[in-house]
C-alpha cells in the first residue's frame, strides 16, 4: 500500500498543477469569498474510545447518537478518529452519509482490531489513493509488532484532491503506544521517514491522532524539529501560552492534564482557528478525550510559490 515509481509520479504532476497560479479553482467565486483563497480546511481528530469498553453509563452505546451530533455539527471537511472498531466506523458512516472512509482494523488489516479512520467530505474531495501501514520493522505486513507494543499501532493515510482549489493534501492519522517510549520514538521516526518519502513537494501535508505523548516529548522530533518535517501542532500555535491544554479527561475525571492528541501541519501554515472541545452534553462527555479541531490554510509553501513565481509559474 505504497505509491512507488509511475504513481508516485501521477502524484507529483497532480500536486504541481494542484498549486499553480494557473490552476482555477472549479468555483472561482466561492472560493475568492472565503479564507487563504478557498483553501481553508477545517479537520477534526477525537479518540471515540472502543466500543467494547466496560464504561457503564459511558458505555458506546450511550455515547453513539451524542459523537453523530457534534461531529454533524462541526461540519469539518476531514476527520480522523482512533479507537474505532468495525461497528463503530459504521455507525458513524451511517450517521454521517456525507463522508467517505478509509479505514482497516489494525489485527488484520480488514475489520479485525481497532482501526484509524479517517473521513473526508466527499463532496470536496476526490480520493486519489489510500493505505495503512504497521509501525513496526515489516510496516507492511498487517498486525506486525516488533518494538516493545503489546498491540498492533497503525497509520491510516489518504491522498485528497480539493476539487474547489485543485491543491492535493496528504492525511495521515495515527494512534500511537502509550505504553512505552521506545515504541513512540520509533514509530514517529517511521512516520516522519514515509511523509518524506511519499508526499511530493507540493502537496500539503496534514498528521493528526492520538499520539500519547505531549509536543515536548523527544518522541515527537522527528516530526517538529526543523532538520525533521518542521510540523506545528495548529492548537499550540493558536494559543501558545495557554495552561489549559489537556485532550485525555478519562470521562471528566482528568481534564487538567496533558494535551496528547494533536493536528500537525506545517510550522509556515496559517492557522484560522482551533479548539480543544470541552462540553458536556446533558452532564456527559462524549468520550474519554476531548475531540480537537482547528482550520487553516492549506497552500502552497511560500518558497516553492516564490520559485515558481520566479521561473513563470
Partial sequence: MKPLGWIAAVFAAVCAAGCSKSARPLDAEVSKAEPCGGRSVQVVTF????????????????????????????????????????????????????????????????????????????????????????????????????????????????????????????????????????????????????????????????VMGDFNTELTNPAMEPLLAKDGLHLADCWRTAHPQEELAGTWNDFGRQVHGAKIDHILIPAWAKVLEAEVDRRQFDGRYPSDHFPLRAVFCAEMEPALEGLKSENGG
Fill in 47 to 206: 479518540n471515540i474510545r472502543y466500543g467494547t469498553a466496560p464504561d457503564g453509563e459511558n458505555r458506546w452505546e450511550n455515547r453513539r447518537q451524542m459523537v453523530i451530533d457534534l461531529l454533524r455539527g462541526y461540519g469539518a471537511d476531514v476527520m480522523g478518529f482512533q479507537e474505532a472498531l468495525s461497528f463503530q466506523t459504521e455507525q458513524l458512516q451511517e450517521g454521517l452519509p456525507e463522508y467517505d472512509v478509509a479505514a482497516v482494523g489494525r489485527d488484520d488489516g480488514r475489520n479485525a482490531g481497532e482501526a484509524c479512520p479517517i473521513f473526508y467530505r466527499r463532496s470536496r474531495f476526490e480520493r486519489l489513493d489510500w493505505g495503512v501501514f504497521w509501525f513496526s520493522d515489516t510496516p507492511d505486513v498487517p498486525g506486525s509488532k516488533h518494538w516493545g507494543n503489546e498491540v498492533p499501532r497503525i497509520c491510516t493515510w489518504v491522498s485528497l484532491r480539493d476539487r474547489r482549489s485543485g491543491q492535493v493534501i496528504w492525511v495521515f492519522n495515527v494512534h500511537l503506544d502509550y505504553q512505552y517510549q521506545i515504541t513512540r520514538q520509533k514509530s514517529a521516526a517511521l512516520l516522519a521517514e514515509r511523509i518524506k518519502q511519499w508526499v511530493p513537494a507540493g502537496c500539503f501535508p496534514i
